[in-house]
T-cell receptor, first 107, second 112 residues
Framework: EDQVTQSPEALRLQEGESSSLNCSYTVSGLRGLFWYRQDPGKGPEFLFTLYSAGEEKEKERLKATLTKKESFLHITAPKPEDSATYLCAVHDYKLSFGAGTTVTVRA | SQTIHQWPATLVQPVGSPLSLECTVEGTSNPNLYWYRQAAGRGLQLLFYSVGIGQISSEVPQNLSASRPQDRQFILSSKKLLLSDSGFYLC???????????FGQGTRLTVV
């Protein structure tokens, strides 16, 4: 049973076109929701941890929010360098990852 | 600062050959260590984790094994590789008592 579902699978944006990625989860005892960025052929890079509903974290053009059943990663005015796969993970007794959303930002 | 080293970056091995991937962490003591595998279009799958020297937990029955001979060294092995062992292998670490995991750059393994 999938614990983490990310949507959409792929997202193509024009530079400056803001959008959001979704991560829905089904774990009952959430001990943290994590966002990572992964560039092709590289290991994931840690971005954020969210622990409770209503919590928000920001880093440059990225903002992550958390509700009781899902998290959103908002990308504001993206640039081509924001192109990457964004992974969401939840922690009950281990980190369980979603399949990711591949974001492509065109100049 | 802490760094994680994983090698080799790419590896092509014939079916039936042995495997040894190594991962080391610098700048921290007694980390939790993890091996993940990532298949195309799928999420990262946890293979093994370790909370200390000689302590290995396996998440998925498979053709692979892991060992932790030193505090900051984690090794992924196989005696005989299968085609299905191909994939992108990632080592990660976390501080004991915390949950954020930090990843190495990965090894792309192709079994031919």
């Amino acid at each position: 049973e999938d614990q983490v579902t990310q949507s959409p699978e792929a997202l193509r944006l024009q530079e400056g076109e803001s959008s959001s990625l979704n991560c829905s989860y089904t774990v009952s005892g959430l001990r943290g929701l994590f966002w990572y960025r992964q560039d092709p052929g590289k290991g994931p890079e840690f971005l954020f941890t969210l622990y409770s509903a209503g919590e928000e974290k920001e880093k440059e053009r990225l903002k992550a929010t958390l509700t009781k059943k899902e998290s959103f990663l908002h990308i504001t005015a993206p640039k081509p360098e924001d192109s990457a796969t964004y992974l969401c993970a939840v922690h009950d007794y281990k980190l369980s990852f979603g399949a990711g959303t591949t974001v492509t930002v065109r100049a | 600062s802490q760094t994680i080293h994983q090698w080799p970056a790419t590896l092509v091995q014939p079916v039936g050959s042995p495997l040894s991937l190594e991962c080391t962490v610098e700048g921290t003591s007694n980390p939790n260590l993890y091996w993940y595998r990532q298949a195309a279009g799928r999420g990262l799958q946890l293979l093994f984790y370790s909370v200390g020297i000689g302590q290995i937990s396996s998440e998925v029955p498979q053709n692979l094994s892991a060992s932790r001979p030193q505090d900051r060294q984690f090794i992924l092995s196989s005696k005989k590789l299968l085609l299905s062992d191909s994939g992108f292998y990632l080592c990660a670490w976390s501080v004991q008592g915390t949950r954020e995991a930090f990843f190495g750059q990965g090894t792309r393994l192709t079994v031919v």
